[in-house]
């Protein structure tokens, strides 16, 4: 059997005015960018306005199409840490067609780099010191999908006198087997990006915690399939940090209400999305969803739509199962 558990957490208020700035930013750009593309106007967005969308107004200086993709990584760095969020917010003020935003984008990092708390990094010591506690033997995975978060998080562990092992796609493979032997060894945590996700046996260990969420339900799936599979004998144990207000909360609420994401068997995840009515990448439509909106109620609204759109689609592939178990079933089970 595995258990999840989410912990929602309030961010404090710097941290809840730069998520909020971000995600404006980044509504802006994907505003200028349909527009670049002749989907049409929308409002721009009072750079410095609080709140899901800002506060809309009309006569904001426009910004410069950003790419969609570079915009889209943004919004999920602000979700994931200070650190992640940076080197991006310095590669945009540095981009001539961005002049115009290059004090915004650089007082963006500037509080990004000054930040008086850090709501998850503090939920995740509390949860470690709670689960691990002091002479514990169990094993931890710690997904986080970006390397900046990778390098804070083991500075916060091992400050911690934890025993931490990095594993991310810039190792190399005798280091990445040196790193899951060390792992299965004496070391407590180890600290990973999807890099773990892929391939790996991890079957030893039956503690996970996603400290921040893909937005692709599918690298949600494959986290939790390195230790729930084939050969796990104890029950798995998954936290996921989620901050109030955020697109991962949101997120995260549909996905567990709706799909019961964290029961379904491996595998059945990529089948549900096969059968979604809207055939954009679904990172795109979680994207699509959140800078759409303009309050609060809008994005719980445009979540709550998106929730029943993956309910029908998980209904269409039940039916679509259960047909084929009906056709096929019989003959299948005598082979």
Known sequence: PRHARTVRLPLAPDERALYDDVSN???RGIGASRAAEGEGETPAIRPGSTGPAGGLDQGAAALPAVHRLTLRTLQREIGSSPAAVR???????????LAGQRQELLDLVDRAA??????KGQALERLLRSQLGAGG??????????RATLDLLADLLRGMGLDVVLYHGQLSRANKDEAIRRFEGGAQVLLSTEAAGEGRNLQFCRLMLNFDLPWNPQRIEQRVGRIHRVGQTRPVEIWNLSAEGTIEDYLLEIL????????????????ILGHMEDERDFEDIVLSTWVQAHTPED?????????ETLARAREAYTRAREYDEALFGEDLSTL
């Open 114 to 119: 000054n930040l008086g708390s850090w709501a």
């Open 256 to 271: 567990d209400r709706k799909l019961n994401l964290f029961e379904l068997v491996i595998g059945e995840m990529d089948m």
């Open 25 to 27: 930013f980044v509504r």
């Open 87 to 97: 080197p991006t917010l310095l590669t945009l003020a540095g981009q001539p067609a």
């Open 137 to 146: 033997r169990e094993k931890l995975i710690i997904f986080t999908h970006f």
């Open 299 to 307: 994005v719980a609204a445009g979540f709550a739509q998106l929730g």
